[in-house]
């Protein structure tokens, strides 16, 4: 077998095909983006739709760069990102560990299973009055509101990769004589991780979706408040300028996440 520096002839071939298909890929992701942007700024400047309501990709730029001139753009992102954020980590962190002691103990499962899917099934906005009460207007009242869309996707998600774990091999450690927690190490949790990745980039979604729903109801800044007050006072522009803004940073979270999965998680077809 022909070796080409440190692989094999075969391998190279195959790393080759994988470089070319990314290629491929990323070609076809940026391009359909480039038309759709096109065709968009094309039938706004021909007035085949109207640009006051759907705006054009132009407009969207001269509104992003004045909110920059003005020294608001990046104080609108930097409050809505913390919020996303700080909410995101709390219910990857809190769900996860609360789905464990759900694994952990079948007794307490039982018992609380049934209040989780009711949670999981309830309009979280429908608690907006409570939780400004609860939290008064600020930051708080929209970093719960993240946590509560993304914990209980957190614990159902994590709560049924831990109890598909392979009974066999659990089986297998039990008669070696390892304890439930040494089972937990060496097998539950390793064999969770890619349902883990698979929970964090649905949480991505859930995360803004949380803290935008936050600042619909309580904020005085964020790109959800720009959003509200841009519809209030019809600057349509703005609102598509702050939804865009709002699809680049959950795309840029997203590809985070992505790079995190390479890391830690070992695909046999790479």
Known sequence: MK?????????????????QNTA???SFRIGILIVLFGVWELFASLNWVNPFITSSPSRIAKTVYSLYQDGSLFYHIGI??????????????????????????????KILEPYIVVLNALPKI?????IIIWFGTGTKAIVFMTVLVGII????????????????KMLLLR???????????????????????AMLKVNVGMAWIGSIMGE???SKAGLGYLIVYGGQVFKLDLVMSATCILCL?????????????????KNPNR
């Open 3 to 19: 070796r080409q520096g440190n692989f094999s002839r075969e391998h190279a071939l195959f790393l080759k095909k994988y470089k």
């Open 24 to 26: 491929v890929v990323w």
């Open 80 to 109: 809505t990102l913390s919020e996303t954020l700080l909410g995101f980590l709390i219910a990857v962190v809190g769900g996860t560990a609360i789905a464990l002691a759900l694994w952990w103990s079948d007794t307490l499962r």
């Open 126 to 130: 429908a608690l907006g009055p409570l």
């Open 153 to 168: 996707v957190t614990i159902l998600h994590m709560l049924s990769a831990f109890i598909a774990t392979d009974g066999n």
């Open 175 to 197: 008669s070696m004589g390892a304890s439930k927690v040494q089972i937990l190490q060496k097998l539950v949790i390793p064999a969770a991780l890619p349902s883990f990745i």
């Open 216 to 218: 619909y109801i309580v």
């Open 249 to 265: 940073l959950a795309a840029l979270m997203y590809f985070l996440v992505v790079l995190l999965e390479k890391t830690i998680v």
